[in-house]
């Protein structure tokens, strides 16, 4: 993977308008997230990344306009999302989070 995926800003967040952010990981915890997410009108959910398909049709319950992905890269360069939540295992929140943080998008990350 690379993370030059759109330059240094993907996309910049209007003032008073919701902020596109994409969720990285939609398992039990991704899944309260993205409910969460979807619910505040400060956030616009615009991606959802997981290798599971049942993961991702679940979270497109809550968000039926979601796009969907199993890969990282190409949900960044589709959505060019303004934040990502990484809501995968714990062994893999470094790499997830480096990747998009080097892609220039603002990265929430949950210490388990």
Request: hydrophobic content about 45%; proline content about 8%.
């Amino acid at each position: 993977m690379t993370a030059n995926v759109g330059g240094p800003r993907l996309h910049q967040s209007p003032k008073n308008k919701p902020f596109s952010v994409a969720v990285v990981g939609a398992g039990q915890w991704g899944q309260n997230l993205i409910r969460n997410l979807v619910a505040d009108p400060r956030s616009k959910l615009v991606g959802v990344c997981d290798l599971s398909a049942q993961a991702k049709e679940r979270a497109a319950v809550d968000s039926p306009d979601v796009l969907l992905f199993t890969d990282i890269e190409e949900m960044l360069r589709q959505v060019r999302p303004y934040a990502v939540v990484i809501a995968t295992p714990p062994g893999l929140h470094f790499a997830h989070a480096k990747f998009c943080l080097e892609g220039g998008v603002h990265v929430l990350v949950e210490k388990p």
